[in-house]
T-cell receptor
């Protein structure tokens, strides 16, 4: 699996958009970009995933560059409950036995 | 949809005893289940991958005789920590992959984790 690079920490004011970057310059053509978050002492929570196109759901938007070497997760209106560690993972989902491999992630701190 | 139930949420056991952790996919069949371990202030580390009806594949450095994994059905996998010692104290998390990805759009669903403390 391709590796990802994320900033270790970011701060965001409540109500503002949180833009979390991720570099995955060695991503392969059949690898998806997944975003999960982990709130303290809980299991990871799925946020969004994509292959080539930008994606949006009720939680967030995922912007993937045209060359697929980087992406940005956007939380449009961050709240205090969005404080968590955010993991960007690239993985080939075509084989059932492929696990998600977690890096160190970005610790997002949302403050009022 | 796509809920994974992990039980117990926390357990304290004495050194030398064994502890079993259950991971169930509640509303989908899981082709594959994964077990992770997380130490304080660290990321999740993959321990093993298990497919229903076959032996688990362990990551390098994970003792298969100490961490017994059973995946007897498409909805249940168990992790047994045998002869637990204080250094096995950790947060254990399971993940399940849907057999039919149409049921679970995101493919990987995680349990809420089990906090194991060995005293």
């Amino acid at each position: 699996d391709a590796k990802t690079t994320q900033p270790p920490s970011m701060d965001c004011a409540e109500g503002r958009a949180a833009n979390l970057p991720c570099n995955h310059s060695t991503i392969s053509g059949n690898e998806y970009v997944y975003w999960y978050r982990q709130i303290h002492s809980q299991g990871p929570q799925y946020i969004i995933h994509g292959l080539k196109n930008n994606e949006t759901n009720e939680m967030a938007s995922l912007i993937i560059t045209e060359d697929r070497k980087s992406s940005t997760l956007i939380l449009p209106h961050a709240t205090l409950r969005d404080t968590a560690v955010y993991y960007c993972i690239v993985s080939y989902s075509g084989q059932a036995g492929t696990a998600l491999i977690f890096g160190k992630g970005t610790t997002l701190s949302v403050s009022s | 949809g796509a809920v994974v139930s992990q039980h117990p949420s926390r357990v304290i056991c004495k050194s030398g005893t064994s502890v079993k952790i259950e991971c169930r996919s509640l509303d989908f069949q899981a082709t594959t289940m994964f077990w992770y371990r997380q130490f304080p202030k660290q990321s999740l580390m993959l321990m093993a991958t298990s497919n229903e009806g076959s032996k688990a594949t362990y990551e390098q450095g994970v003792e298969k005789d100490k961490f017994l994994i059973n995946h007897a059905s498409l909805t249940l996998s168990t992790l047994t920590v045998t002869s637990a010692h204080p250094e096995d104290s950790s947060f254990y998390i399971c993940s399940a992959r849907a057999r039919d990805r149409g049921i679970s759009n995101y493919g990987y669903t995680f349990g809420s984790g089990t906090r194991l403390t060995v005293v």
